[in-house]
């Protein structure tokens, strides 16, 4: 059974840094992401990561946000850093032990999420 719980989400202002974990069951992904939505806004993926590391990024995020993970731990990473008003937003960490790696993109969509975790940044 697939299991996603994130945690870290908080408040803070603009310019600060958050970083969001994922706790997984124990299981192989072919790709894990973070993805967020806005209230009134369609979901948007943020960053993802294949099963043997490759990262993808938003635009809206390059340079700023990066995905990672522990495998040991099955703890899946987003650290957060110089946040935006914009990034408010909740977070979800999702997972799919099958999708082709080709298409791990922010882009794709994965098809299992945790409850999410809400990012509030004031400016």
């Known amino acids: 059974q697939v299991q996603l719980v994130e945690s870290g989400g908080g408040s803070v202002q603009a310019g600060g840094s958050l970083r969001l974990s994922c706790t997984t069951s124990?299981?192989?992904?072919?790709?894990m992401g973070w993805f967020r939505q806005a209230p009134g806004k369609e979901p948007e993926g943020v960053a993802t990561?294949?099963?043997?590391?490759?990262?993808s990024y938003a635009i809206s995020v390059q340079g700023r946000f990066t995905i990672s993970k522990d495998n040991a731990k099955s703890i899946l990473y987003l650290q957060m850093n110089s946040l935006k008003a914009e990034d408010t937003a909740m977070y979800y960490c999702?997972?799919?032990?099958?999708?082709?790696?080709?298409?791990?993109?922010?882009?794709?969509?994965?098809?299992?999420w945790g409850q999410g975790t809400q990012v509030t940044v004031s400016s």
């Open positions: 124990i299981y192989t992904y072919n790709c």
């Open positions: 990561i294949d099963n043997v590391g490759s990262t």
């Open positions: 999702a997972a799919d032990p099958s999708l082709w790696v080709e298409y791990c993109k922010p882009g794709s969509r994965l098809g299992y």
